[in-house]
């Protein structure tokens, strides 16, 4: 009988232990994931908002990122976002930060996540799409995520868009930005 109520209490005890586990493992996941949409949604938002803060704040001291154009840092981040409040104010801008086929791991305090990233972007001299695949490292602060590192590749563009390459996308990112990418706005990168 006592062996009975022993393999009874250890199969209890497991069952739970990995319950647990299942659902903290879901929260982050979804937690990463919200996260993702977030940055989207601040960089969106920014052109009405100017709220630097509603898109620094999901990134590390440390973050570093990589894309087609150029390496990036918190700072480069920093910067984007001064320049654009300073070109708002001589111009109507409209970003349009759009996610989606968002896939999250994690694997204690760290998570890595993929995702497709549709940029536009409207300007008075036209509109630019970037469509990318990103690859996203992010760590764990407390409960928080942070982007730590990310890397997006731009998919060939489509023949069927107004962008037949990156020149227009390049060309808006240069007089707005005088050369920072505008990639950097992505959900937070």
């Avoid at 005890?13 to 990995?18: A, G, K, L, S």
Wanted: net charge negative; proline share 2%.
């Amino acid at each position: 009988m006592k062996n009975l109520i022993f393999v009874t209490v250890a199969t209890v005890t497991t069952f739970v232990m990995w319950a647990t586990n299942s659902v903290r493992a879901d929260s982050d996941e979804a937690r990463v994931r919200q996260v993702i949409l977030a940055v989207a949604d601040a960089a969106t938002a920014f052109p009405r908002t100017k709220d630097h803060d509603s898109v620094l704040r999901f990134f590390a001291r440390d973050f570093s990122s990589i894309d087609d154009v150029e390496r990036g840092s918190i700072k480069n981040l920093e910067q984007t976002l001064r320049q654009l409040e300073r070109d708002l104010a001589d111009d109507v801008l409209t970003i349009t930060d759009r996610v989606s086929d968002i896939v999250v791991h994690v694997g204690g305090a760290i998570a890595w996540s993929t995702y497709k990233e549709m940029l536009t972007i409207a300007h008075r001299d036209g509109t630019a799409e970037d469509e990318s695949l990103c690859t996203t490292i992010f760590i764990k602060t407390g409960t928080s995520w942070l982007y730590q590192h990310e890397h997006c590749s731009s998919y060939p563009p489509l023949p069927a868009t107004d962008l037949q390459d990156s020149s227009k996308l390049t060309s808006i990112e240069s007089h707005l930005g005088q050369g920072v990418s505008w990639s950097l706005l992505q959900k937070g990168d």
